[in-house]
């Protein structure tokens, strides 16, 4: 038995996404045990049992390994957004997806994944350009969900407002090293922006 083209093509991107995942896996590992410098792309090729040459057809750069657990946190944010219900406020549809989501990374590891971007020039920029490409999609993922023309730029705002929320909730979360829930901070976030708005 054979299988059909796009039986064919399904189990190459399967693969494919399996080793890409495999490769960052191996990266994050070697960068949270011997620091981001010092760890070599031979060295991640090695643990992630694939050669130097392999790697360049996943990842261009080191640091774009680190960002892949970004990218892949983006597209849980762009689902819960879809789902959240037409009749709810756009930013309280912020606030309940980014908890949906977060949920899932409040872990030792998340905070050492946290540090990790923090240890360079070149990662704490990239983290940087992350919250602006984070406010992109969440803006686009609104205007989906609203997809009403005039509705844009008060979408954007909420797009805005929201990853700031979350920038601040997580910076507080990080820096007191998970001393509480990141959602709690996330809620506080969400809660003085409230008061701002209406006071």
């Given at each position: 038995m054979t299988d059909t083209?796009?039986?064919?093509e399904g189990l190459?991107?399967?693969k494919r996404r399996e080793t890409r995942q495999r490769i960052a896996e191996a990266g994050l590992r070697l960068f949270l045990k011997n620091g981001f410098e010092a760890t070599t792309l031979d060295a991640i090729a090695a643990a992630a049992d694939i050669s130097r040459r392999t790697f360049f057809h996943y990842f261009s750069s080191k640091e774009e390994v680190v960002n892949a657990f970004e990218s892949s946190a983006d597209e849980a944010f762009r689902a819960a957004i879809a789902d959240e219900p037409l009749d709810e406020a756009p930013l309280d549809a912020v606030r309940n997806a980014f908890l949906k989501v977060i949920a899932s990374y409040e872990t030792k590891q998340a905070i050492?994944?946290?540090g990790l971007l923090r240890s360079t020039e070149a990662l704490c920029?990239?983290?940087q350009a992350n919250y602006a490409r984070k406010e992109q999609m969440l803006f686009e993922a609104l205007s989906a969900r609203w997809p009403?023309?005039?509705r844009r730029a008060s979408l954007r705002l909420v797009a805005m407002v929201g990853v700031?929320?979350?920038?601040?909730?997580a910076e507080t979360w990080s820096i007191e090293q998970g001393r509480?829930?990141?959602?709690?901070y996330l809620e506080e976030?969400?809660?003085?922006?409230?008061?701002?708005i209406t006071t």
């Open positions: 083209p796009g039986t064919e190459r991107a399967r050492a994944i946290d920029a990239r983290k009403d023309p005039e700031g929320a979350l920038r601040l909730a509480r829930p990141l959602g709690d976030a969400f809660r003085g922006l409230r008061t701002e």
